[in-house]
C-alpha cells in the first residue's frame, strides 16, 4: 500500500512540474514574441529574450512553490528575480531597446 502511495506522490510530483514547465515556456513564448514584434528583434535577439524570460519563470515558479509558507521570503526573492530581469534584458538588447520597451509598456 505504500508503495502505491509512494509512487502516486512521485507521479503526482513530475505531473506538477511538467505542467508548471509547460506555462513557463508558453508565457516566455508571448512574452518574446511581444517584444520581438515591437522592438523589430533580429533572431538572435529573441531567442536571448525567450531563454531570459523561461528562466524567470522557471524561477519564479520554483521560489513560489518553495516558500509558499513564507510570504516575506517568497517576496523577497521573487523581487531578486524581477531585479536581475532588467539588467539581463539590457545586456542582451541594449539599453535603447529597453527603453523603447519600457515606453511601450507604460501606454499599454
Not at 26 to 51: H, P
Amino acid at each position: 500500500m505504500s508503495k502505491n502511495f509512494l509512487l502516486l506522490l512521485i507521479l503526482l510530483f513530475v505531473t506538477t512540474t511538467a505542467l508548471a514547465q509547460g506555462s513557463a515556456a508558453e508565457r516566455a513564448t508571448e512574452i518574446s514574441n511581444k517584444m520581438t514584434e515591437v522592438l523589430s528583434l533580429n533572431e538572435d535577439e529573441s531567442a536571448k529574450v525567450y531563454n531570459i524570460q523561461l528562466k524567470r519563470f522557471q524561477d519564479v515558479n520554483a521560489i513560489r512553490n518553495t516558500y509558499a509558507d513564507d510570504p516575506e521570503t517568497k517576496r523577497l526573492e521573487l523581487k531578486k528575480v524581477y531585479d536581475r530581469l532588467y539588467g539581463k534584458l539590457k545586456a542582451a538588447l541594449g539599453e535603447d531597446k529597453m527603453l523603447e520597451w519600457g515606453a511601450y509598456k507604460r501606454n499599454n
